[in-house]
Structure formats: C-alpha cells, structure tokens
C-alpha cells in the first residue's frame, strides 16, 4: 500500500537558522499537503502542491514538489521560536485517502 | 461556527470494553477521515468517509468499526478496547476529495 515517508524525526536548532524537512512517497501522488501541529496541539493545514515540479512560498516557508510527484520538501528560512512544532506532509495517491509522513519535530534553541 | 468537534476529550477504559469516540461537523463537508497519532508514527488513517453511508478501510482498521448515517456525524467504534489502541485520536473533514483537512481536537484515549 501507499506509503510516505518524512526525515528527519527530530531537528534541533539554533534561533536563526534554516530547517528542512523530507517527505518521499512510494507511489506518485496526485498532491502533497503539509500541517504543522504545535505541542498539545491538532494539525493546521499549511499549503497543497499540485503540479509536478511546483514551488511555493509562504514568507519564510518554501515549499517544494518533487518533478516525478513523489518527493516534496518543506524549508524554512532563518527560524523563530514561533516555528516550533511538528511538522507533517500528506500524500493522496488514490481518491479520498491521505497519508501522512512520520513528520519531523522541530526545536528551537533561543 | 461550531466547526469540528469531537467527544470526549479524554477517556479511560479497561480492556475489552466497547468504546465510542464521537465526531460531528458543522460544515456540511463530504469528506471525514479518522486518523491516530503515536509517538514516532506520526498521523496513521483508520478509515475514511466520502459521503454518507460510504466507509473505507485506512492503513490502520483492525479493531474498529464506523458508520455515517448522517453527514455531519462520523463515530468510531472499538468493539472491544485493547492496549495497542491507547492513543491519540483524530477525527478530521473537509469538503471535497483533495481538499485541505480541518481536524478535531483530539480524543485522548487509554486502555488499560
């Protein structure tokens, strides 16, 4: 069955600098969707990539996918302690059913 | 706007037992979805819905049973409760097939 996988699990970095975060699907998806999810939180939808190759942004979010449809990223430039959270891709392959990555938790030292 | 909402929040049961995790939106969205969160797993789908009266097996279904008799409703079932099953549940919807995930705050569930 379809599967996503997200790296890293954990990122823990310094108050300034960059984050990414990996999501590779072992089918080709028809979009991508990533959440962010803050402690005690629930998932919050960020963006959905559609289009093979497509890259958005959102400030300081950069969002990426894949040209073959099956690998996507998410960067984030120069971080805040407001990014802390985990964060989360999504694939849909097949009509209705949207899998989730592993996501990666991300920390920040002030 | 009520949104999504989910009940209850917290529960506690004991092994065996029947448990049912209520979810209900507001938006009139065809699509719900029931999903679990574990530590290092991340969000894994039990089962999904497209409309009412039509379910599909997730990754996950083993030990849990759904219907939606109305739109707006989508209760998950444990039939008979077991540890593997304490988690974190998350009940979410949106409106059509591709569509951005509204979720629930969350059931937290212990099996004991």
């Known amino acids: 069955g379809q599967q996503v996988m997200q790296i890293p699990q954990y990122q823990h970095v310094q108050e300034g600098e960059d984050f990414t975060t990996y999501c590779n699907s072992s089918t080709t998806l028809s979009n991508i969707q990533w959440y962010k999810q803050r402690p005690g939180g629930h998932p919050v939808f960020l963006i959905q990539?559609?289009?093979?190759?497509e890259v958005k942004k959102q400030k300081r979010l950069t969002f990426q996918f894949g040209e073959a449809k099956k690998n996507s990223s998410l960067h984030i430039t120069a971080t805040q302690t407001t990014d802390v959270g985990t964060y989360f891709c999504a694939g849909q392959s097949s009509a209705s059913k949207i899998i989730f990555g592993s996501g990666t938790r991300l920390s920040i030292r002030p | 706007d009520a949104g999504i909402t989910q009940s209850p929040r917290y529960k506690i049961t004991e092994t065996g037992r029947q448990v049912t995790l209520m979810c209900h939106q507001t938006w009139s969205h065809s699509y719900m979805f029931w999903y679990r969160q574990d530590l290092g797993h991340g969000l894994r789908l039990i089962y999904y819905s497209a409309a009412a009266d039509i379910t599909d097996k997730g990754e996950v279904p083993d030990g849990y049973v759904v219907s939606r008799s109305k739109t707006e409703n989508f209760p998950l079932t444990l039939e008979s409760a077991t540890r593997s099953q304490t988690s974190v549940y998350f009940c979410a919807s949106t409106v059509y097939d591709s569509g951005e995930l509204f979720f629930g705050e969350g059931s937290r569930l212990t099996v004991l």
């Open positions: 990539l559609v289009k093979s190759g």
